[in-house]
């Protein structure tokens, strides 16, 4: 009958849709015969000693040890009152993860390269990054400017600037910081400054959310941590107990 035939046909469609999505984004459904092998191997590995145990160390050692570092396919979100240190203790992160594991991209849109560079010599030579700044530099520290030079040289550390990024680009951005070798971690500074997908009538904690969800969406894909510093709202500071929620979270209800 024709309800059968169009039921049919609507089915047809509906699987063909199906496929076709699925070829698109590679993925497949995983058994879970075939995910508890996997995970039995990585147990192991790790047993024997032939894999390391967690994710990319922070070089916070207390820190590291209570969450496993920072894990393959998470998005961390490192949260805080301006003028607290996200920033720099991201950029401590980055430094410790491109020794030791591989190409970390940070995609600054609040400082420039430059300012960066200033915090990152600072860390490494320890010299004040206000003296750096303003080359006020006495003759007995250019040893210790020139190590760290050559120190941060050798990095695979790539910064991206830039005044606005849209989610789309940070993809992009991730693939070229791949072309040197596989990038190990991503970091944003802040998710609040990103551009997401908007609809008419959309709210902005809307659009965040979407630009959240886009920086999982990478992290599951291409199998690395994703750290988005984000901004917290005024009223933690206003509390008698000052610990902040993730109600607290600027423009992010959806995270």
Known sequence: TDPENA???????????????EARRGRRLIWAREAIAQKFDTIRLRASGQMPAGGIATGMARWDALTGGLLP?????????????????????AMHAARTCG??????????????????????????????????????????????????????????????????????????????????????????????????????????????AGCKEIAKDMGIPVVALASLNREVEKRADPRPTLSDLRECGAI
Not at 7 to 21: E, H, I, K, P, Y
Not at 160 to 172: K, M, P, S, T
Request: aromatic share 4%.
């Open 7 to 21: 039921a049919a046909f609507a089915g047809a469609v509906q699987d063909r849709l199906a496929a076709l999505s």
């Open 73 to 93: 396919g998470q998005l961390v979100i490192l949260a805080g009152r301006p003028g607290l240190g996200k920033s720099a203790l991201a950029l401590t992160w």
């Open 103 to 212: 190409v970390v991209l940070l995609v600054s849109l609040e400082m420039t390269h430059d300012e960066i560079m200033d915090r990152a010599t600072a860390n490494v030579s320890g010299i004040n990054s206000i003296r750096i700044r303003d080359g006020k530099i006495r003759d007995e520290e250019w040893v210790y400017l020139d190590a760290a030079r050559a120190d941060i040289e050798a990095l695979p550390f790539a910064i991206e600037d830039v005044g606005a990024c849209h989610i789309r680009e940070l993809r992009a951005l991730v693939r070229q910081a791949g072309r040197r070798a596989p990038v190990a971690l991503v970091i944003v500074d802040y998710l609040q400054l990103m551009h997401g997908h908007r609809e008419r009538g959309d709210t902005r904690d809307r659009e965040v959310g979407t630009i959240s």
